[in-house]
Structures are given as structure tokens and as C-alpha cells.
């Protein structure tokens, strides 16, 4: 079979934009959680959120893009943005410009595209004008999820495969998964995946609607957590096959040697408490990678930090692993909830974890919830060495993917 | 590996089901056009009631929107079609939207405006993600294997269809059902009117299509009948045109795209007997495929009959197999059935992407 490998990332989130200041924030246990100040949130129950301060156009990122021929506009909202410096960052690592994309696939999750944008241009039009005639049409056209991609696509000059996909939280795991099975099919020999989203009033009011956000940061696995905390950033990739890769000489960083995805058929909005749901998405990934679980390393959780999905999750663990005790993290202790952008950012995480040697912290956890029987490596970073982990995401409607990443040097079993 | 299509679930203007959908079509009848209003000109469903789809899940519908009804209805028509799916623990399913659920996303925030955050109703917002449709269905049918949610504007339909039929080349999933579904409402009418001018001489429509895609291994297992056989599906990009916003007037490499689909799936272009088109009046659209192919073939006319929207791919999937199925039923109101053992579903896009699947006969 096809090997996928990885030969490019980029990272913008609350906790550092770039790959550098990203791996230097998760290290510490730093958390990019703060009150919001892009719009008014005084009234809502939560008024924090993983947040991007200032221009994601550090210098950077546009030096980035300078190399690599994409350019960064701000015209197209700042789901796009955060897309566009993600992509610049991800081709400058692979050593890649626009160019070199031409027969490239791209696969981007998202939630929010242009909703930020669209939804204020509605929320601060006057009571008595009528948004339908006031609004500009390209406000109405950039709310589709499916613009991102077109901006992106645009960005690198594609002329193969694009595809949106929007499973929620999970949307940026499932971008992933697909660019891998066309690389695996050969239909492509080298994709650009990831995910992106923005914060805004539309998900704020929503998730505190449904009771589900903290007013403070969030504690996952923490027997004192209240909740979620939305956020804001993007991850991309390159990935290649690994003959196409080697020919170029490109650096490779990590395979990408399985993925599952399943349905939990349970509920639109609860986790299946039992962890049945997280079990299978996880399994159906190591079966796709032929790794036995005694050779994960590290699970790098969903964990948002919700009373029962921290617990359902792991309960998945606790299933599919037995009684062996493997660290189990949620950066979204450190970025929030990222959304449909979240599985990218924290595959990133766990990349740069298994690059460096050390273990991702769920920061700021310090009390056992006893439903939670994990490692949760609290803190700051912890020094490890491991060469296979599981990423997961976990979303509205049932949605559980998870995806099984290895070190260049790894070998499976099979 | 070839994934067999053995059933069609259709939800059109023109009737709920593939039977009923088929004799609407056979006698050449076209939806009634809406008269006035933001959605002047287009066409929407008939009233039906989706809940009787589901009678174990009545109650569940009173919190759902509409989208989600719509799609869950699409899929329901697919199962009653293949009398059962079979094995629901590795389905596959996939659903296609572009617009997804604006309208109930623009009535969330129309309320949040009006009324404050305190008072957001928490049974919308779940219903927002354009994923919800496929969650439901998921719980209603007990579906638990990979299930995505596509959203690239005109090509989610049949890329919905296509990840189905590439699951099953991989071995990933042994079948899944591939659909895709739009509603009509003011939201899609003032955007799609504002993406492109052939709105105007397409009318827009609503409707779900669903199609069950399986190995020939399970369909003879379960004794199913074949309707047509799905050769692949291939994706590209054209990076001509003003705006990403808007539908490409060029379409530089669906020419490549066509003849590239047709090689790998083993179609000579003289065996290609109907075209069913995203926008059949598009002159670009109209060329390319006839420069592939080297001729003229008959092109279905189901945008002047049902309208179309933007995940109407899986319909025009749909429309392909049984046209090749029933050689009987016209190729459009004024014509004859399918000459052809396969048919090519071609599918351009706001912001670029291109779409080509074949069809081929069983």
C-alpha cells in the first residue's frame, strides 16, 4: 500500500501562530484562553474564548508566504486568513511553493467560513432596515462552508481535487483521512489538508445556548471542569506519497498510517457514555494502520472539557487499551475548542510532541474526576519519547474519527 | 473495484420515491413554478410528511429543520427502494449540501438579534451544523460506519457518491449510501441569484436524492437488483474566472477531466449516451463535454423540470441510473430513452471545482 507521509505543517492558534511559537507555547503549558474582545460577549454566560490576538500576519508568516507565492488577504474574512498563513507556513516547511501544487488535491474542514463577517454585517444593521437589501451579495456568498476552500484553492492556483467537508468538530480529522485515501488511491500524489474556523457570535451564542461553555479557562478530565471554551485558528499539511516525497528529497516528519470514522448512531449531541463510539473510531484506526495498541504512545483526547465527554471518552480508552495506563491529553487546555479547525491544530500538537520528545499537557488540570481514569499529564510538557499516536476528534451528530500517526522511522507490525 | 447502484431513493418536486418520481418523468410533467416572492421562479417540494418515514421516530421530528427532514427523506426512499439496507454496522454514509442550513443559521441569529443571547433556543443550535442531517440518520437507521458531510457547492452531490464508491474501491466499506439534498429558501435564492446569472434562467430547486452503492459480492448476498453499475468519479479544479465566488464562464480542464474519466473507467466516448449537466444551458459546459466525447449527445432537461440546486449532483446520479436502467424512460420531455451504455454526470462549481462521474449500465 501507499505510504502517506507528512512533509509540511502549519499552525496558526491561540497559543502561538507558527510552528515554532505553537511547540514553545504547548511546551510550557501556556493557555491562549481570554475574555473576547472581537465582539461584546458581556452578556453571555462565557465571556472567554482561545482567541488570535493580533495579526496572524506575523512577520513570519509573511515572509512565508513570500516564499511560497501565496498571498494573504484579509478581504475574505478571517476564517481564510487563518487558512491562507496555515498554507503559507505548511508549503515554506515542505519546501514547496503555489507552483508545485498544480496537480495537488486539497481537503479542508471548517464550520464558520465567512460567518463571522456575514453575521455582523446582520447583527449591526439598524432594527428597522431590512439585512436582505443592506447586505453586500459577497457577504451572502461567503457564508457556505465551502468557500474556504475556494480561497485557498485560488491562493495555491489548483487544478485538482477540493473538497469541503463539514462534520463539525471533526471536520479537520476527516480532511486529513480523505486526503490520505487519495493519496493512497492514487488519485493524487500530494494533498494539502487541514482545517479552519474563526470565532463568532453564531457558535459563542450557540454552544452557551446548549450550557456547555466554562466562564473561565477549560479543564478537561478535571473533576472541577464546567465546560468548553470556543477558539479560533488553523492547521494544514502536506502530505505526499512517500516515493513522490523521497524523490524531491523532502524532509518527512511523520506517516500518517491509518484512519477510522464512525457513526455512533446515539444521539445528535450526547456521547454514547459507555465510550463505545470513541472505542470503535479509535480501533477502526489502528486497524487501518496495522498497529497493535501496545505500540501507541499517546493519545491526544477530543477532551473539550464537557462533563460527559470527557467521561465517555475515557471510557473509549479505557475500552479499547485495558487496563494499561498511556497519557491521554487535550490541548484544548491550552487553544480552546477549535472546532472544525481543532483536529488539524491538535494533530500538530501531538506531531511536534512526538518530534521533540515530550508529551502535550492538559494544562491546568490538577483534581481526579474518579469517572476519568487517564494519565492526563498535567501541567506543562512532559519529556517522552514515542513513535505512534492517536488523534482524535469527536463531534456533533454522532461524528467519531481518530487518526493513527507514526515517526518516519516506525515500522508496523504487518 | 465497480460498486453496483441497487436503489434509488428520490425526493423532487415531481414526486416522492423513485415510482412515483419515474412516472412524473415518463409523462414528461414539469414542477409548478413558484409566482412571486424572493424564490420567484424556482420550484419547491409538494407537502409530505417526512415523519411517516420513520414511524419509530415521530417525535423526533417535531425538533428537527427542515434540511435535515429533507435529507433524512432522500435516504428513508433509498432504504424502502432496496427493501432494507442490510448490514448497517460498516454502511457507509455520505450527504452533500452546500447551503446546508443558512436559512435555520440566519434565523438563529435574526433571533439572537431580536431577542439576546439569554433567550437562543439550545434546541436550534444543533441543528445548525450541516452535519445534522447525516446524525439523524445515522440514529433513525442505526447506521454506524464512516459517514462525512461534503460542502463544496455545486460538486457535493456526486463527490457524496463518489466517496461512497471509493470507500468501497479501498475495502474500506463494503457499501454506503451516497446522497445529497438542498432547501429552498430565501437565504439560497438571494445568494445563488448573487453567485451567478444562470440562476436566472435555471430555476432553483430543492429535493434530496440517495443512492445505496454496494460490492457485486453483498448485492448478490442480499439478492438485490442491480439498476446500473458506478465506474468512478474524478475531481479537479479551474482556477479560470473572475471570482472565486462565482460560476467560471471558462472551463479549462474539464476537457482533460471528461476524456481522463472515460479512460480510467474503460468508456469509449460513443458509448456515453446522455449528459446530465449542473447547469445544461452553460455554453462552456455544453462545449467541453461535447469536445471529449467528439459529438453531441442528449442532454436531460430535469433543470427546467425540477430546478436544481447546488447538491443536485446525487440526483443527476440518480437520474443516470435509471435512465440506464429503464431504456423506456426519456431522456427529457421531448425525447427518447437512453442509447447509451453509460452516462456521463458532469458537474462545474462556484469557485472552480469540476466533477465527472460515469455511470454505466448493469
Same mark, same amino acid.
Given at each position: 500500500m501507499t505510504s502517506v507521509v507528512v512533509t509540511g505543517m502549519g499552525v496558526a492558534a491561540p497559543v502561538g501562530v507558527g510552528l515554532e511559537a505553537y511547540g514553545r507555547g504547548l511546551r510550557a503549558g501556556d493557555c491562549g484562553v481570554g475574555t473576547i474582545d472581537l465582539f461584546d460577549a458581556s452578556a453571555y454566560r462565557s465571556s472567554v474564548a482561545g482567541q488570535i490576538r493580533g495579526d496572524v500576519r506575523t512577520p513570519a508568516v509573511r515572509a512565508a508566504a513570500r516564499a511560497t507565492g501565496v498571498r494573504l488577504t484579509t478581504r475574505q474574512g478571517r476564517t481564510a486568513l487563518f487558512g491562507l498563513a496555515a498554507l503559507a507556513e505548511a508549503l515554506q516547511d515542505a519546501g514547496l511553493h503555489r507552483d508545485d501544487l498544480r496537480d495537488a488535491g486539497l481537503a479542508v474542514g471548517t464550520c464558520t467560513a465567512g460567518t463571522p463577517e456575514a453575521e455582523s454585517e446582520l447583527l449591526d444593521t439598524p432594527e428597522d432596515d431590512d439585512f436582505w437589501v443592506t447586505a453586500a451579495p459577497s457577504l451572502l456568498l461567503t457564508t457556505p462552508v465551502g468557500t474556504t476552500t475556494d480561497f485557498l484553492a485560488r491562493a495555491a492556483r489548483l487544478r485538482g481535487p477540493a473538497t469541503t467537508i463539514s462534520t463539525a468538530c471533526s471536520s479537520s480529522t476527516n480532511a486529513v483521512g480523505l486526503g490520505a485515501m487519495w493519496i493512497r488511491s492514487g488519485r493524487c500524489s500530494r494533498v494539502v489538508v487541514g482545517g479552519s474556523d474563526a470565532l463568532c457570535r453564531l457558535t459563542h451564542a450557540g454552544f452557551n445556548s446548549l450550557s456547555l461553555v466554562a466562564p473561565e479557562r477549560p479543564l478537561p478530565f478535571d473533576a472541577r471542569r464546567q465546560g468548553?471554551?470556543?477558539?479560533?485558528?488553523?492547521?494544514?499539511? !502536506?502530505?505526499?506519497?512517500?516515493?513522490?516525497?523521497?524523490?524531491?528529497?523532502? /524532509? #518527512? /516528519?511523520? /506517516? #500518517?498510517?491509518g484512519f477510522g470514522n464512525v457513526a455512533e448512531a446515539f444521539h445528535l449531541v450526547q456521547p454514547d457514555p459507555s465510550g463505545a463510539g470513541a472505542a470503535r473510531a479509535m480501533g477502526a484506526a489502528l486497524r487501518d494502520a496495522g498497529v497493535p495498541p501496545e505500540h501507541v504512545g499517546y493519545v491526544n483526547a477530543h477532551g473539550t472539557a464537557t462533563p460527559h465527554n470527557d467521561v465517555a471518552e475515557a471510557r473509549g480508552v479505557r475500552r479499547l487499551f485495558g487496563s494499561r495506563d498511556i497519557p491521554v491529553s487535550s490541548t484544548k487546555s491550552q487553544t480552546g475548542h477549535l472546532l472544525g479547525a481543532s483536529g488539524a491544530v491538535e494533530l500538530a500538537a501531538a506531531l511536534l510532541g512526538m518530534e521533540a520528545g515530550f508529551l502535550p499537557p492538559t494544562?491546568?488540570?490538577?483534581?481526579?474526576? @474518579?469517572? #476519568?481514569?487517564?494519565? @492526563?499529564? @498535567?501541567?506543562?510538557? %512532559?519529556?517522552?519519547?514515542?513513535? !505512534?499516536?492517536?488523534?482524535?476528534?469527536?463531534?456533533?451528530g454522532g461524528n467519531d474519527s481518530s487518526? *493513527?500517526?507514526?515517526s518516519p522511522d516506525y515500522e508496523a507490525p504487518r | 473495484m465497480t460498486a453496483f447502484i441497487t436503489s434509488i431513493g428520490v425526493l423532487s418536486p415531481l414526486g416522492s420515491g423513485r415510482e412515483e418520481f419515474v412516472e412524473a418523468w415518463r409523462a414528461g410533467r414539469s414542477a409548478d413554478r413558484i409566482g412571486d416572492g424572493p424564490e420567484a421562479g424556482g420550484v419547491k417540494l409538494p407537502k409530505y410528511k417526512a415523519a411517516a418515514l420513520y414511524p419509530d421516530h415521530r417525535k423526533a421530528f417535531r425538533r428537527m429543520d427542515r434540511l435535515s427532514k429533507i435529507i433524512c427523506s432522500g435516504i428513508a426512499h433509498a432504504r424502502d427502494d432496496a427493501a432494507g439496507f442490510g448490514d448497517l454496522e460498516n454502511l457507509g454514509l455520505a450527504v452533500g449540501t452546500d447551503y446546508g442550513t443558512l436559512t435555520e443559521t440566519w434565523k438563529f441569529l435574526s433571533r439572537l438579534k431580536a431577542k439576546g443571547p439569554a433567550l437562543c433556543n439550545p434546541m436550534d443550535f444543533p441543528n445548525l451544523v450541516p452535519n445534522a442531517g447525516a446524525g439523524y440518520a445515522g440514529i433513525f437507521l442505526g447506521l %454506524?460506519? @464512516?459517514?462525512?458531510?461534503? *460542502? %463544496?457547492?455545486?460538486? *457535493?452531490?456526486?463527490?457524496a457518491v463518489a466517496w461512497i464508491a471509493d470507500g468501497i474501491a479501498a475495502g474500506w466499506i463494503e457499501a454506503g449510501v451516497g446522497s445529497g439534498a438542498e432547501e429552498l429558501g430565501e437565504t439560497l435564492a438571494r445568494a445563488t441569484r448573487a453567485a451567478s446569472g444562470w440562476s436566472v434562467a435555471q430555476p432553483l430547486g430543492e429535493g434530496a436524492a440517495a443512492v445505496l452503492l454496494e460490492t457485486p459480492d453483498r448485492a448478490a448476498a442480499r439478492g438485490a437488483e442491480v439498476r446500473a453499475r458506478f465506474l468512478g468519479s474524478w475531481g479537479a479544479s479551474t482556477p479560470s474566472g473572475r471570482s472565486a465566488l462565482l460560476l467560471p464562464d471558462r472551463l479549462d480542464g474539464l476537457v482533460?477531466? #471528461?476524456?481522463?474519466?472515460?479512460?480510467?473507467?474503460?468508456?469509449?466516448?460513443?458509448?456515453?449516451?446522455?449528459?446530465?449537466l449542473s447547469h445544461p444551458d452553460h455554453p462552456a459546459l455544453q462545449a467541453a463535454v461535447a469536445t471529449a466525447l467528439g459529438r453531441d449527445v442528449p442532454r436531460t432537461d430535469h433543470h427546467r423540470r425540477v430546478g436544481t440546486h447546488p447538491a443536485d449532483g446525487a440526483f443527476r446520479v440518480a437520474l443516470a441510473a435509471l435512465l440506464l436502467a429503464d431504456r423506456s424512460l426519456p431522456v427529457h420531455a421531448d425525447g427518447d430513452g437512453c442509447r447509451g451504455r453509460a452516462a456521463l454526470v458532469v458537474t462545474c462549481a462556484r469557485g472552480g471545482g469540476l466533477r465527472v462521474s460515469v455511470v454505466g449500465a448493469a
Open positions: 468548553m471554551v470556543i477558539g479560533e485558528g488553523a492547521g494544514m499539511f !502536506v502530505l505526499e506519497d512517500e516515493a513522490t516525497a523521497r524523490a524531491r528529497g523532502a /524532509r #518527512i /516528519r511523520a /506517516r #500518517i498510517l494544562a491546568g488540570w490538577e483534581e481526579r474526576d @474518579p469517572d #476519568i481514569d487517564i494519565d @492526563p499529564v @498535567p501541567g506543562v510538557g %512532559r519529556d517522552a519519547a514515542f513513535d !505512534v499516536f492517536l488523534s482524535n476528534s469527536f463531534a456533533f487518526l *493513527c500517526v507514526a | %454506524r460506519g @464512516p459517514s462525512h458531510t461534503f *460542502c %463544496r457547492h455545486e460538486t *457535493c452531490g456526486d463527490e482533460e477531466l #471528461i476524456r481522463r474519466s472515460l479512460d480510467a473507467t474503460g468508456t469509449a466516448a460513443g458509448d456515453v449516451g446522455v449528459a446530465l
